[in-house]
């Protein structure tokens, strides 16, 4: 009898021990509905298991795992941790729901915190980790950007490869970038400043399209690039690091520490290249030689309702000849008539905050900033500063089905440089502007499936007097997983050269200004469709947008006269209209698909020689262009990702090949080939460290030209030639570029 009862136990003893290694749970929706298909999968390990029509899961679990992910079609994914559950239990996990990811909370689209999903201004949301994944590694918030959908990285000089971020067809200083909703860029950091954003201070990327000029006042014409910070959530120390065979070597160090009530998020980022590759054989290096180094902290006091950023930002960027930069010559070269190289020295400070008063409806929006540069292209000098001051109170209130924000702002910006833009008379005349500002949003929500947000601001500027500036949004939502956008607003830029055209000092084209520039203004109408649909276990989201901007006052560079770049407003008009389609598809844990691509017609009208109106292509501007980016996850944590970006003909700056004698030979197409690069990586995940590999431009495809022209002029040393120009960039000038690195993460006990 006794032998019998140690055999049983014993035999309970093994039931109950491999019942503990089965992980079962009935997975249910908000309303405690079950869950159909939905996904377990350890991603450390490479295996899942799928739920039954009722929502039940039954999974083997394997004696390593430790963390199990819970997804279903249009749900937030659940994180388990199996240490604190009960295998012997069943569970019953109840899901958020998410539709991929229009529940994440925006804050760009109205100043207010809103999810994707019901907010009446279509916001795009692009995580960190998302655009990380896709990059070389330890990158920056221009290498990613242009594998958004109707945003491309436009290429101003092919000497120090300043860049800009182009939206909808239009050039960089159209575009508002703000950190946590708060504006800090003006036009000098446009220039050289956005390298200065590596992808690890930010948790993700808002964009919206089209003026927001009402909320964020001049720079907003084309759209807001809205970068939200990382909160602190746990102690922890990471480092990363890669270097690319043309020797660029970039990392960052990122501390996180969370006390009782503060948390601080703090980091330094670096990125070098002193490496001279010349592969296209013009005598200039095709990578940029450059020295940055950034330093930031966030912190955050919840109990007092109060946040504080600040970011330090240095660069020495340089390029030219080998004679320049070899040995670090151009220390002693700057300026040099002989010896052609183009040298700029960066220091940009950021302070920016967000108070809210208790349990009131006011709100104070704060900033700061100041940017010097110091340059030479060639033997001009060019010398400049910036100082921003931003302060916006706010106030939130809600009456009956409507939530109403009003409030005023002040702005002061202060620029000089030694060029002509700042230029008198009198001699030198820096542009200080004092703008203060006012400004009232309604969002009406009408029915359970209407909502409208209007909106009205006015400012004052000491130049140009008062500028009013409205806005409508309207959203129809035919159910939860369809809707339909609506917006039209107004928008107004002032003008700042330098931001206009880097041409006018890198280069030998002269400045000249014909009138007195007023600000742009523009109209813009779009409409927006938006469904998410679910095939079994897979989803996807369906996008399609038109848009319609129209400009009067419209700056235009006149490169047609040879050796100056002429401004002047136009005369009569300039529009960007385009349409565009995006579709997101998840094949159930393992596959993620993306494609999209945009049409689009960015016309100016000019004048030509006999007084006739003709429309021509706004500079840099594409007819078309695609993007795609595809993740597949294979088990033992091994991911591949692979993304390309494909540009239609563009529209190039008049710029004129020469012969030995200076003279023109002829001049170049004024619209490049079509151009597509891709992009290839593998990553290996581990307990704590993650190492990766991959290429850029994986197919070795570079622009046919030199962005360089004039260089054939031997009158003159190379790079001062009368026609010698810079400007002629379509796409790449690197080669294949093979790169390596990590991604190592220390923790530390909360």
Not at 519 to 538: A, D, K
Not at 649 to 659: A, K
Not at 711 to 728: K, M, N, R, S
């Amino acid at each position: 009898m006794r032998v019998s009862i140690w055999i049983f136990l014993l035999f309970s003893f093994f039931v109950f021990a491999a019942e503990a290694q089965v992980f079962k749970a009935i997975i249910v929706d908000e309303k405690n509905e079950p869950l159909p298909f939905s996904n377990a999968y350890d991603y450390d390990l490479g295996y899942g298991a799928t739920a039954d029509e009722e929502g039940f899961i039954l999974m083997k679990i394997q004696s390593e795992s430790k963390t199990l992910w819970i997804s279903h079609v249009g749900f937030q994914k659940s994180k388990i941790e199996l240490k604190d559950f009960d295998l012997s239990l069943t569970h019953r996990i109840r899901l958020i729901p998410d539709k991929l990811g229009l529940n994440e909370v925006v804050v760009s689209g109205q100043m207010q915190t809103r999810s994707l999903r019901n907010s009446p201004v279509k916001v795009e949301v692009f995580k960190a980790d998302f655009l990380n994944d896709f990059s070389q590694g330890s990158g920056n918030l221009m290498e990613n950007i242009s594998m958004i959908n109707g945003i491309q990285e436009n290429v101003a000089c092919g000497v120090c490869y300043t860049n800009e971020i182009s939206i909808n067809g239009l050039e960089g200083a159209y575009t508002s970038l703000l950190i946590n909703g708060i504006p800090i860029y003006g036009n000098l950091a446009t220039v050289y400043g956005l390298n200065s954003i590596p992808t690890d201070m930010m948790e993700k990327v808002e964009v919206v399209r089209g003026p927001g000029s009402t909320l964020y006042g001049s720079e907003a014409m084309a759209g807001v690039i809205n970068i939200i910070t990382p909160d602190a959530e746990e102690n922890d120390l990471k480092l990363n690091s890669s270097v690319s065979q043309f020797g660029e070597w970039r990392g960052n160090v990122i501390s996180q520490y969370a006390q009782k009530d503060w948390k601080h998020f703090s980091g330094f980022h670096w990125d070098v290249a002193n490496r001279f590759v010349d592969q296209n054989e013009d005598l200039f290096s095709d990578v940029v030689l450059r020295d940055r180094f950034s330093v930031f902290n966030f912190s955050e006091n919840e109990k007092q309702q109060f946040s504080l950023g600040g970011k330090y930002y240095y660069e020495d960027r340089r390029n030219g000849v080998l004679e320049y930069v070899r040995d670090q010559n151009y220390k002693q070269l700057r300026g040099s008539e002989d010896v052609y190289g183009e040298s700029i020295y960066t220091h940009r400070w950021e302070l920016f905050g967000d108070k809210k008063f208790g349990d009131g409806p006011f709100r104070l929006q704060f900033s700061a900033s100041q940017h010097w540069q110091d340059s030479y292209y060639g033997d001009t000098f060019y010398e400049a500063e910036q100082h921003q001051a931003f302060t916006n109170f706010i106030y939130e209130n809600k009456w009956r089905n409507h939530d109403i924000l009003s409030g005023f702002s002040q702005r002061v910006s202060y620029y000089d440089d030694n060029s002509a833009a700042t230029s008198s008379e009198a001699g030198n005349q820096p542009d200080l502007q004092i703008i203060p500002g006012v400004f009232l949003q309604d969002e009406w929500k009408i029915s359970k499936k209407w909502k409208a947000l209007s909106g009205v601001r006015l400012d004052y500027y000491n130049r140009h007097g008062m500028i009013f500036s409205p806005r409508l949004n309207v959203q129809y939502q035919l159910s939860d997983w369809t809707n339909f956008r609506f917006n039209s607003g107004t928008g107004f830029r002032i003008v700042n050269l330098f931001t206009e055209d880097h041409a006018f000092v890198s280069g030998q084209r002269e400045l000249r200004i014909e009138d007195d520039l007023d600000p742009e203004r523009s109209f813009n109408v779009g409409l927006g469709f938006q469904h998410v649909y679910t095939i079994g276990n897979q989803q996807g989201n369906i996008e399609i947008d038109g848009f319609y901007t129209y400009f009067t006052n419209k700056i235009i560079p006149d490169y047609d006269t040879p050796g100056f770049i002429i401004y002047a407003n136009s005369e009569a008009y300039a529009y960007t209209r385009g349409l565009s389609a995006n579709i997101n598809h998840q094949f159930g844990a393992n596959l993620y698909l993306n494609l999209g691509a945009q049409w689009q017609n960015a016309r100016q009208a000019v004048r030509n020689e006999v007084g006739i109106l003709e429309e021509r292509p706004i500079i840099y501007s594409r007819d078309w262009s695609a993007v795609g980016s595809a993740e597949y996850s294979f088990p033992k944590g091994i991911k591949l990702n692979y993304n390309f970006n494909w540009n239609g003909p563009t529209s190039m700056p008049e710029v004129f090949d020469v012969n030995a004698m200076g003279k023109i030979v002829n001049s170049r197409p004024a619209s490049s080939p079509a151009f597509a690069s891709h992009n290839l990586k593998i990553r290996k995940e581990f307990k704590r460290i993650e190492i990766f590999a991959g290429f850029r431009n994986l197919f070795n495809n570079v622009q046919e030209f030199s962005p360089l022209s004039g260089t054939q002029d031997e009158t003159a040393p190379l790079g001062f030639g009368q026609y010698f120009d810079t400007a002629y960039n379509y796409g790449s000038v690197m080669g294949r570029n093979f790169f390596v690195g990590f991604d190592w993460s220390i923790h530390s006990k909360k």
